[in-house]
């Protein structure tokens, strides 16, 4: 029994069913998610690849209750998104989803501290005994807990927002191209932190990306194109990765869309 | 590519930006829009008064080629027109035999109240309420019969047709006039005047010339002047010439012009001037606050554009074409919210039109006058506001680098430099010991306002060095207990400490000077009531408004008659009257020397008040170092008739607070009186009588005496402060618009930053905030700039009015009052504005979409 079998039996932290999204109508209308279902296991660190403008961000977006689809479900864990007003969303998010984005992640008028406990102190909730400390030991910055982020560089930024996304002990964390921004050093560090919180903590943690190398830090790699779901790869690396990216421009293309 | 050659490449970017940030400019266009609006209604309704006046006395005034009058007139200082002695009707038999004169008639003008249907005195809450005897040449009478007939018999009269409708009379009614004697009268007919219901809101009652001679003239055969008309042909001119030659000493004539332009003169200089003068200053507080907004607006928009013109510098924009395009974008919304503006004055003027007379101020009908200065002033003023606001930032926008393109903005941080806070800091040091030093002593009105003035603008100067603290005071509260949202809140306040001070200054101003009213008028009333209750000793107080605020005051005979109550002990009247001492006008306090004591505190008294008789005088220890009087001196008093009279000081006495400065016998007055008439019956029980018992006594006897206010003590002084709150309440009024301007700027700069925040708030709703927590952020950040802004506010406020008492006050007798349950309104009205002032930026920031935060660029 590989590993991979063993996950799949698992029930999904989240997942979508025939999500389709579009943007606009008419001349203009972008179907920015074309029919994608695809779940999350739990505890799992799943990256989502595929080139620019392949629906990426929006998948992202629909599944972690940042935007609605057109049509098709979403879920975190059992909750349908689609029957969720704004203000259940919001606490939906909060509670339950952290965010890692690519760049401008931290709230310039708190510390980095505040920043980290930001989702609880909006929840009026207490931090879990112990964690906050661990895992400001994890990112390292506890010489830096009373400074603002513009005092920080892009790398520890991100391991803040790292910090926060886990402070609440989350069922999944979303993180869109979050060492976008970075040079390898800084983000492999990120990386490894994310790699950590499914691994050691057990937390979900899904990835969008571009790049294979930060793709190869995930337990698998879904690909899209054109707003679908064109392939799926285990334990990847990041040649592997790259041979797969490198089909998109190729004849597979053609292939991938029929 | 962009063609950046000159002035009409800043002409079209000025205009392409104004179009992109319209709604940023919003805020701008509304502070000059309403400042302009209240200075064009201000000056235009200062126009449309004076030419109504103006129409109306020439109307009224028309039929009079020369007016003959008693040449002597004595004036008090502060107190209108001054009194003019009587002429002797006889002289018309004379006047009418000089050639060209076709008409001349006595007219007799006093001051007679008539009493309403319902049983209340018609007007004489300010403007005259005027009686006199109705002249039959219809030329020579301003009043023109318009139903009914004229007097005939004693006890007939014809009133306006203004007086009639407010006391709901009619011909045929038979009613009281006060004289201040009761006369029992009957309506025969009404009068126009100059073809309106009445002169302004004055009430006028006309009665046969037996009546008038016997109730409003000290001795029959008198008249207030003689008003003479020309036989066609003869000019006022050669009129005048003719009869000056027959006339007695102390007697001229003049041109019935002249007489026209005295009168009109009269309303224009004193009421007018005032009321045009008080409007325009609050016209100009309001503009001052809204220069502080147009400013803070202009350096925001113009902050957040740097990106954009630093683009343009590096693609070889020079400096002044960013400059040049900024100055032409405000000139843009300064000259069309100041036309709009104009628009709006003419609004505010009809309606105030409209308005004034149903609340019983005087504004004659007639058609909107507006001036071409009335036109012109206010569109200066706005464009220079405006434009001259906007110079700063865009000086400041001219000078950015190109690079500044490449960076990140930069949250301003500026405003807080050392130099800021010696400056503001020796400033309101500097100020303040200037102010104390001018208020102490002998007051000084000039230095204590040229240190009032320092204060002032150290204020402002400090403003964002204080912002940081007091926002860090005054939100701590706040942390605690709204949890991350109050603490963002007040983070978010503290962020551009020079932004936030703006907006809280323009506020600050607007509460400082309602602060300052608050003050300065609990003051006057705490002084007034401080002297009532200091220097009235008796039980209750009888009064009737005087001359010249209208009314006709009270009978000389109701002090005799309450006198003779088995309750009372002491029934003292107090009339006025006037003299020139030293060759200065003075008011004489008319009254029974010896008893004034019993009811008033006069104080240590020198010498004895009994016995003055018609030899003697008392005057208050002031007056008496200020002319190195003592007791036995002797001086000379001119009084009206011409004639003078030395008077023996017979006594000195300390407080002149009721009793006035100079106390002059009744018989002593007597033979140089005019209408003879009492401001104040003064009235102590005797032993033994409950005040409730005494107080019903002399108001039964009161009752049959036009029915005055009876009042205790306490009642007295109460009443004697009213007219300071309808002060207030005016000021109040005026200064809404200056403090809604000041919202308005809050509510901009707030806007302003929501939109500059569009990602960080983005962030927030995608980690969890909630749609009310962020409404909530937002509206505690405005109630904290609020909060900063009135809290200063109250504090200068408090402070100039403390300096404006005492500078006012030359004698030490004004009481200092800080009226706490007032000035904790103004706190809490400041709050709940700021609460108003966040709600439209709160709901658009609540209505941002998460995703604009997320979305990588
Ligand atoms: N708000 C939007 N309005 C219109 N089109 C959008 C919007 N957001 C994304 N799109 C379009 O949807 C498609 C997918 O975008 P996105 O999910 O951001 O792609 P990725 O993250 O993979 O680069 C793109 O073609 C993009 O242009
Ligand atoms: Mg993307």
Partial sequence: ?258 | MMAINGGRASLRLSVASLRAHRRRFAGTFLAVLLGVSFLAGTMMMGDTLRASFNTLFANAGGGRDAVVRSSDVISVSGKGQGVRQPVDATLVRQIQKVPGVAAAAPDIEGAGQLIGKDGQPIGGKGPPTIAGNWIADSKLNPYQIAQGHAPQAPGQVVVSRGTATRGNLRIGDTTVLRTPDPVRVTIVGLATFGGQDGMAQATYTGMTLGDAEKYLMPRPGDASSIPVRADSGVSQRQLVDRIAPVLPKGVEVITGERATAESQRDVSGQFLSLFTTLLLVFAGIALLVATFSIHNTFAIVLAQRTRDNALLRALGASRRQVLGSTLVEALAVAVIASTAGLFGGMGIAAGLQALFPAVGFPFPSGNLVISTTSLVLPLAVGVLVCVGSALLPAVRAGRTAPLAALRETAVDESGTSRLRAVAGVSGIAAGVALTALGASGTPSVLVTAAGAALTAAAFIVLGPVAAGYAIRVLGAPLARLRGVTGALARRNALRGAKRTAATATALMIGVAVVTLFTVFGASLKATLNQTVSRSFAGDVAVSAPAFGAGGSGLSPKLAPALAKLPQVNTAVGLGKGVARVDGAGRQLTVADPGALGRVLDLGKVDGSLNGLGTQAIAVSSGQAAKHRWRVGSTTTLRFTDGSAQRFTVGAVYQQGDLAGDYVIARQAWEPHRTQDTDTLVAVSFRPGVSAADGKAAVEHTAASYGNPTVQTRAEYAKSSASGINTMLTLVYALLALAVVIALLGITNTLTLAVYERTRELGLLRAVGQTRAQLRAMVRWESVLVAAFGTVGGLGLGAFLGWALVRAADATGATAFAIPPVQLVVVLLVGLVAGVVAGLRPARRAARLDVLRAVATE
């Fill in chain 1, 1 to 258: 029994m590989t590993a991979a079998d063993t996950v799949r039996t698992i029930a999904p932290a989240a997942q979508v069913r025939d999500a389709v999204k579009v943007y606009g109508s008419g001349d203009t209308e972008v179907r920015a998610l074309d029919g994608v279902t695809v779940d999350f296991p739990a505890g799992r660190f799943t990256a989502i690849m595929g080139p620019s403008g392949s629906g990426k961000s929006t998948l992202m977006h629909c599944v972690a209750g940042l935007d609605t689809l057109t049509s098709g479900s979403a879920y975190i864990g059992d909750t349908e998104l689609g029957t969720l007003g704004d203000r259940q969303l919001t606490l939906l998010r909060r509670e339950r989803i952290g965010f890692v984005f690519q760049s401008f992640n931290l709230v310039p008028t708190l510390t980095v501290a505040e920043n980290i406990t930001l989702p609880l102190d909006l929840a009026g909730t207490r931090p879990e005994p112990g964690l906050i400390d661990e895992l400001i030991d994890v990112i390292g910055l506890r010489d830096r807990l009373r400074h603002r982020p513009s005092q920080l560089s892009g790398g520890q930024q991100q391991r803040v927002a790292v910090a926060r996304a886990l402070a609440g002990r989350p069922d999944v964390v979303f993180a869109d191209e979050p060492t976008g921004n970075l040079d390898s050093r800084s983000g492999a560090e990120v990386l490894e932190l994310l790699g950590d919180a499914a691994h050691g903590m057990g937390r979900t943690v899904v990835m969008v990306t571009h790049d294979p190398v930060a793709a190869s830090h995930a337990d698998e790699v879904l690909f899209l194109a054109d707003g679908r779901l064109v392939d799926r790869m285990e334990r990847p690396t990041a040649d592997r990765v790259l041979d797969r990216m490198k089909e998109f421009d190729g004849p597979s293309r053609q292939e991938a869309r029929s």
